[in-house]
Every structure is written in C-alpha cells, then in structure tokens.
C-alpha cells in the first residue's frame, strides 16, 4: 500500500495526525508530513483512517 498527501490542497486541520500519528506528522505550519509514503502492514488501518477523515481529501490511498 502507497499512501499520498496532496500539500496543494492539505489546510491542517490535522485530522490524519491526530487520528493516525504513527504515519502522518505535522510541520511547524500545522500542515501535513507523511512518514511513511510505503505503509508497512502494520499502518495500513492508519493510512484507511486518514484518507477517510482528512476534510480537504488531501490524502489519496493505493493499494499494491
Ligand atoms: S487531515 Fe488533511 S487537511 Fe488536515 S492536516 Fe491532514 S492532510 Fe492536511
């Protein structure tokens, strides 16, 4: 699974980082900063998660 966040769009509201922090984290702005662009199995339910929940619909999921 590949996990993307579009930047142009991300307003930080951080929604993915607080609901799945072991794969997104935040700059100083507030904004998105994606740890992990190959999602290990284990965050797989995190990358779900954020995709769902991010309100711009900054954060796009693919499946492998
Ligand atoms: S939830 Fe979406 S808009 Fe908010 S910080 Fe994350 S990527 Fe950006």
């Given at each position: ?29 507030g ?34």
């Open positions: 699974m590949r996990v993307r966040v579009d930047l142009a769009v991300c307003t930080g509201h951080g929604r993915c980082y607080s609901l799945s922090p072991d794969l997104f984290s935040a700059d100083d702005a904004h998105c900063v994606l740890l992990h662009e190959d999602v290990p199995p284990e965050l797989e339910d995190q990358a779900r998660t954020g995709e769902r929940n991010c309100p711009e619909q900054a954060i796009t999921v693919e499946d492998a």
